[in-house]
T-cell receptor, first 112, second 112 residues
Framework: DAKTTQPPSMDCAEGRAANLPCNHS???????VYWYRQIHSQGPQYIIH???NNETNEMASLIITEDRKSSTLILPHATLRDTAVYYC?????????????FGEGTQLTVNP | DTGVSQDPRHKITKRGQNVTFRCDPI?????LYWYRQTLGQGPEFLTY????????KSRLLSDRFSAERPKGSFSTLEIQRTEQGDSAMYLC??????????FGPGTRLTVL
């Protein structure tokens, strides 16, 4: 699985958009970008994933650059409950094994 | 609440003792995963079951660790002769597809 690079921490004001970047310059053509988050003392929570097209769901939007070497997770209106560690994971999609390889993630703090 | 439950939530044991953790996945999920997470780090993959078959094991899963999923439903993770280095959060996840894993709240193990 390709390695990812994320900033260790970010701050965001409540109600504003939170834009979390992820670099994955060695991504392969069949690797997807996944985002999970982990709120303190809870298990990780799936957010969104994509291959090359931008994706949106009820939680967030995922913007993947055309060369697929980086992506941005966007939380459009951050709330205090979005304070969490956000993990960007790159791996081959649709395989039977499907372990997730977590890095250290980005600690997002949403401030009132 | 993702629907994945783990028991116990906390376990304190003395070095050298055996411990067993249980995970109950979402009922229709045939895939089950165990991860371990130490403080400040992302979760690390330990092992993966598809139904009752253990298909993948990490090299982190030493001989003292054993996992079972006897009827393809709940799973147990046993650690024999615990060491202080085993202190961590043990997370279970389940899925019906490779793309989205649903994590339980974890079992926090403290080895004294």
């Amino acid at each position: 699985d390709a390695k990812t690079t994320q900033p260790p921490s970010m701050d965001c004001a409540e109600g504003r958009a939170a834009n979390l970047p992820c670099n994955h310059s060695t991504i392969s053509g069949n690797e997807y970008v996944y985002w999970y988050r982990q709120i303190h003392s809870q298990g990780p929570q799936y957010i969104i994933h994509g291959l090359k097209n931008n994706e949106t769901n009820e939680m967030a939007s995922l913007i993947i650059t055309e060369d697929r070497k980086s992506s941005t997770l966007i939380l459009p209106h951050a709330t205090l409950r979005d304070t969490a560690v956000y993990y960007c994971i790159v791996r081959v999609g649709g395989t039977s094994g499907s372990r997730l390889t977590f890095g250290e993630g980005t600690q997002l703090t949403v401030n009132p | 609440d993702t629907g994945v439950s783990q028991d116990p939530r906390h376990k304190i044991t003395k070095r050298g003792q055996n411990v067993t953790f249980r995970c109950d996945p979402i009922s229709e999920h045939n895939r089950l995963y165990w991860y371990r997470q130490t403080l400040g780090q992302g979760p690390e993959f330990l092992t993966y079951f598809q139904n009752e078959a253990q298909l993948e094991k990490s090299r982190l899963l030493s001989d003292r660790f054993s996992a079972e999923r006897p009827k393809g439903s709940f799973s147990t993770l046993e650690i024999q002769r615990t060491e202080q280095g085993d202190s961590a959060m043990y997370l279970c996840a389940s899925s019906s597809s490779p793309d989205t894993q649903y994590f339980g709240p974890g079992t926090r193990l403290t080895v004294l």
